[in-house]
């Protein structure tokens, strides 16, 4: 089994930036892909961002726009999401995934 833990969310104001983190443990050498879903008021769950853990090869969500950045530590122990330029429709819970586990997710809220 994965074990993810989110970590990072909070509030911050339209134009900020936040960095989400995801501690991963357990049976890692078997991941294929780790990144984050978020569920937002009026979309649902969607896709945000994902990199592929042998190669490091990154996927972002249309969008997103540059805006965000994934990425894993050295010690391929946690994985990232930088996020900048955050908007009003970026508020939701960001959930970490690896494969088929998920984290209990992180919220983030954009608010003046």
């Known amino acids: 089994q994965v074990q993810l833990v989110e970590s990072g969310g909070g509030l911050v104001q339209p134009g900020g930036s936040l960095r989400l983190s995801c501690a991963i443990s357990?049976?890692?050498?078997?991941?294929?892909?780790v990144g984050w879903y978020r569920q937002t008021p009026g979309k649902g769950r969607e896709f945000v961002a994902n990199?592929?853990?042998?190669?490091?090869?990154?996927s972002y969500a249309d969008s997103i726009s540059e805006r965000f950045t994934i990425s894993i530590d050295d010690f391929l122990t946690t994985v990232y999401l930088q996020m900048n330029s955050l908007k009003y429709e970026d508020t939701g819970v960001y959930y970490c995934?690896?494969?088929?586990?998920w984290g209990q997710g992180t919220q983030v809220t954009v608010s003046s």
């Open positions: 357990g049976r890692i050498a078997e991941i294929f892909a």
């Open positions: 990199i592929r853990w042998n190669s490091g090869s990154t």
């Open positions: 995934y690896a494969d088929n586990y």
